[in-house]
């Protein structure tokens, strides 16, 4: 959409008015993308696609040709990069301008999770001396992509993490077999990261990417383990492992190290030099706290609105008020 002014012609490049001009223009691009398909077996609103149909056999022909208008190919073992897609791969020009380069990226990019190693081949791609083995080395890897495995939440997930000076690159398996590859160009502060700290945000970023993986049962981290030692000076880092049941073992060809992912969880905890409080001194903080210290000085004798003591404890409605505290700051992550 453009809009004309006395100082020439404009285009927006993100959504104008924000969410008001969203759902129509989102409902107009999945209109657009399945236009062929809709009243023929497909109907569309918004994020949802419904494919209707009046047997089996018809049911997976319109399954079919939703799938591949999608660009990639569902097969009964995994998900494949779409043939015609490599086919075009394949006989790309070599780019010449940084215009033809970021299209070729563009292209390239949508296949990115089939590639191990992707961000590490296509770094030097916009470097002039090196463009041409780079382009021919990342179209090379880019047709012979492995094919992905479909997860099955039946077996434990297995995660390696890697880190070089460049980028950080992940992948997550079972039973040797890859579901998905990821990869990450290393950038400003962290390109000044000592050995262990590119590790371990290798492994942060592993697991916020593939969290839904892996929670909440025990999975398998290949890495080093040592990385673990260095996690006193990142607090936030820290908080973040401790959700996940995980056990490391160990790589590069030395013993296996099987930690117990349960009393790893507490020396970590002990790691952020910060304690929970227990049960019994949260009415010290009753005083102090912003949202109960004037019912708590109120109420001591008598209740005080819906407020109320009970063996030294505030209580509003019969449900204990929590102030301010680590203890609080835990019983909201439980709950939700």
Not at 286 to 291: A, Q, T, V, W
């Amino acid at each position: 959409m453009t809009f004309k002014t006395k100082f020439g012609m404009y285009e927006w490049l993100v959504m104008p008015f924000g969410l008001t001009n969203v759902v129509s223009n989102f409902m107009r691009l999945m209109n657009h993308v399945l236009r062929s398909l809709i009243g023929k077996g497909v109907v569309v609103y918004f994020d949802d696609i419904l494919i209707y149909s009046t047997c089996l056999d018809d049911h997976l022909l319109h399954v079919r040709n939703v799938l591949e208008i999608l660009i990639k190919e569902i097969f009964s073992h995994g998900v494949k990069v779409d043939e015609g897609k490599v086919k075009v791969i394949q006989d790309w020009p070599t780019p010449k301008i940084v215009g033809e380069v970021r299209i070729f990226h563009g292209l390239a990019s949508f296949c990115r999770r089939f590639v191990k190693y992707f961000i590490t081949l296509q770094t030097p791609l916009n470097e002039i001396e090196s463009q041409e083995i780079v382009f021919q080395a990342l179209k090379e890897r880019l047709t012979q992509a492995q094919t992905l495995i479909l997860p099955n939440f039946a077996k434990s997930f297995e995660l390696e993490c890697d880190a070089s000076n460049d980028g950080i690159g992940i992948v997550i398996f079972q039973e040797g077999h890859p579901i998905a590859y990821f990869s990450e160009k290393l950038k400003g502060a962290q390109l000044n990261y000592f050995t262990y700290d590119r590790e371990l945000y290798a492994l942060v970023t592993a697991l916020q990417t593939c969290q839904h993986y892996l929670l909440p049962k025990v999975f398998v981290i290949h890495g080093d383990h040592e990385a673990l030692k260095h996690l006193r000076g990142h607090a936030k880092w820290v908080e973040f492992l401790e959700q996940f049941p995980y056990v490391i073992k160990h790589k590069q060809g030395k013993m296996n190290v099987m930690v117990d992912a349960l009393s790893r969880r507490h020396v970590l905890i002990a790691m952020l030099e910060r304690k929970m409080l227990r049960l019994d001194c949260i009415n010290e903080l009753y005083k102090k706290d912003i949202d109960f210290s004037e019912p708590f000085s109120k109420s001591a004798n008598s209740a005080f609105h819906d407020y109320f003591w009970h063996d030294g404890f505030l209580f509003k409605d019969k449900k204990l008020c929590v102030p301010m505290s680590s203890i609080r700051q835990f019983l909201v992550k439980e709950a939700y």
